[in-house]
């Protein structure tokens, strides 16, 4: 599983579905877009905007119980505030991001698939 929605419940308390609904459109849709600023600034070797980037969804990306993508943030982090950048363990980082990535946007939108399924019933 590449989220564990209990985390946020643990941060935020007892919400309705309809809050949980747009808390995790409002992540998936962020996660989306902040992927690609990594990729760019990969691309454009702005290691301090890939320090901030990484950090942002450091943090974010715990709140929402992904800790797999939580991990590797905090890697690129690590890895962009570093004196010497080795280009090769970066791209390396990369791949590894892309897939852990991907894997909470699957299953934030599967989990967002789900509350609403739960909507149409009501």
């Known amino acids: 599983m590449a989220i564990d929605l209990s985390k ?3 941060h935020v308390g007892d919400i309705s579905s309809e809050d949980e609904q747009d808390l995790l459109s409002t992540f998936h849709s962020g996660l989306i877009l902040r ?3 990594v990729v760019n600034a990969v691309k454009q070797r702005d290691w301090q905007r890939l320090k901030t980037l990484t950090h942002s969804l450091k943090s974010s990306s715990l709140y929402y119980g992904a800790k797999q993508l939580h991990l590797c943030c905090e890697q ?3 890895l962009a505030g570093a004196r010497q950048l080795d ?3 970066i ?3 990369l791949v590894s991001f ?3 990535s991907q894997a ?3 299953a934030l939108a599967e989990a967002l698939a789900q509350l609403e399924a739960g909507h149409d019933r009501t």
């Open 98 to 100: 892309t897939k852990h």
């Open 91 to 93: 791209q390396d980082w």
């Open 35 to 37: 992927h690609q600023d």
């Open 8 to 10: 946020l419940s643990r």
């Open 87 to 89: 280009l090769d363990v």
């Open 104 to 106: 909470a946007q699957h």
């Open 76 to 78: 690129g982090e690590q």
